[in-house]
Nanobody, 125 residues
Framework: QVQPVESGGGRVQAGGSLRLSCAAS????????MGWFRQAPGKEREFVAA????????RYADSVKGRFTISRDNAKNPVYLQMNSLRPEDTGVYYC??????????????????WGQGTQVTVSS
């Protein structure tokens, strides 16, 4: 089964940094736009960042602009989310998702076809 696999979550103090990684098991998402979403307890899943399959186009939620950076390596596998200046409100389960081949990055959860199981990020004040 094709599925993204997230890693790199953990607990950090406010102001700290974490880097999340997303790779595919037995598959490569080199032709897929990828997105990161997060979900806090009692809240809906929300968009964080997305990157095109080429790596040339990125999109960010206003709440993370200037603090988070999404990237992918030259081989386009895996995809990274560098998170700096973390805040307690960044706490949640972070999910990696992939769109179908050659589609542009999107902020909408419904536009993503493949989802990982998520990795927990906890930011303490």
């Amino acid at each position: 089964q094709v599925q993204p696999v997230e890693s790199g979550g953990g607990r950090v103090q406010a102001g700290g940094s974490l880097r999340l990684s997303c790779a595919a098991s037995g598959f490569t998402f080199s032709r897929n736009s990828m997105g990161w979403f997060r979900q806090a307890p009692g809240k809906e899943r929300e968009f964080v960042a997305a990157i095109s399959w080429s790596g040339m186009n990125t999109r960010y939620a206003d709440s993370v602009k200037g603090r988070f950076t999404i990237s992918r390596d030259n081989a386009k596998n895996p995809v990274y989310l560098q998170m700096n200046s973390l805040r307690p409100e960044d706490t949640g389960v972070y999910y990696c998702a992939a769109r179908g081949p050659l589609l542009m990055p999107s902020t909408r959860t419904d536009d993503y076809e493949y989802w990982g199981q998520g990795t927990q990020v906890t930011v303490s004040s």
